[in-house]
């Protein structure tokens, strides 16, 4: 069954999918799953338009996410793959959304919002197939938070492209906690903050701490050296811009 084209802005109509069934989204423009999705078979999202899953859905087949924006604003009982970076998955405006099982991120998880510490819970494993996770981070070290009930994917799917906050702030957030992070250690990621680099003193980086648990988001002011680089022994305020930076000596809040 394929729901496509416009139509209904938001729909209260229940749906049972049997096994080997599939339910496709593919319409034109925003729309609204209220009605509970239940069953076995497998629901596909396409399209450019944003589909919101109002809701406890106890479907437990899995949901193939290809293109446009999905917000889970409740819960989904089976798998969920996101099979492209064309798709986004929004946790947003909402305390906390779940994935009852396996979860497979490829595109952007978006849970930035105007409020800090929403939790995204995955029953089972996670796979990072160059997911880039768009987070809130606030005082005394709270964060948005992806925590899974399993571990972390096989090799092949251990891959974060990048994280992205929405301001500065310094401390250490856990991200993404795990039963097991398979002695990953995550390389070749962007850090920014609202889409912008950092600035030459932000420093930030990813870790996975000793526990091999949970992935933290370290940020910090890195130390300046500056350098007087003007002829003269006296400073004066024509020659203020005389004071060079020589580079950042070391990672340390100092």
């Known amino acids: 069954v394929t729901l496509s084209g416009s139509g209904k802005f938001a729909d209260t109509m229940n749906i049972a999918l049997a096994a080997g069934t599939t339910l496709t989204f593919n319409k034109s423009e925003a729309y609204a799953q209220n009605g509970i999705i239940s069953g076995a078979g497998t629901v596909v999202k396409s399209g450019n ?9 106890t ?10 924006i999905l917000n889970l604003n409740g819960s989904w ?9 064309a798709g986004a998955l929004n946790v947003q405006n909402i305390a906390s959304a779940a994935v009852g099982k396996t979860a497979t991120f490829s595109g952007v998880v978006d849970m ?3 409020t800090v510490g929403t939790v995204l819970n995955v029953g089972s494993t996670v796979n990072l197939n160059g997911a880039t996770l768009k987070i809130d981070i606030g005082a005394n070290n709270t964060s948005d938070i992806i925590v899974a009930g399993g571990t972390l994917g096989d090799a ?41 680099g950092l600035s030459q003193r932000q420093y930030a980086e990813l870790k996975v701490n000793a526990n091999n648990q949970d992935l933290y988001l370290i940020t910090k002011l890195a130390n300046v050296q500056l350098v007087w680089a003007s002829d003269s022994d006296s400073w004066t305020i024509t020659e203020v811009n005389k004071w060079n930076d020589n580079g950042l000596t070391s990672p340390a809040n100092t």
């Not at 479907?59 to 446009?68: D, K, R």
């Open 77 to 85: 009982a089976g798998d969920y793959v996101q099979a492209t970076a």
């Open 156 to 196: 092949s799917n251990r891959n974060l492209k990048g994280v992205d906050i929405n301001a500065w702030n310094e401390g250490e957030y856990k991200i993404l906690h795990t039963t097991n992070m398979n002695s990953w250690q995550p390389d070749n990621y962007t850090i920014t903050i609202s889409g912008q």
């Open 112 to 114: 930035q919002d105007s």
């Open 49 to 57: 338009y944003t589909l919101t899953l109002n809701g406890a859905h």
């Open 59 to 68: 479907g437990e087949g899995q949901f193939l996410h290809n293109t446009g």
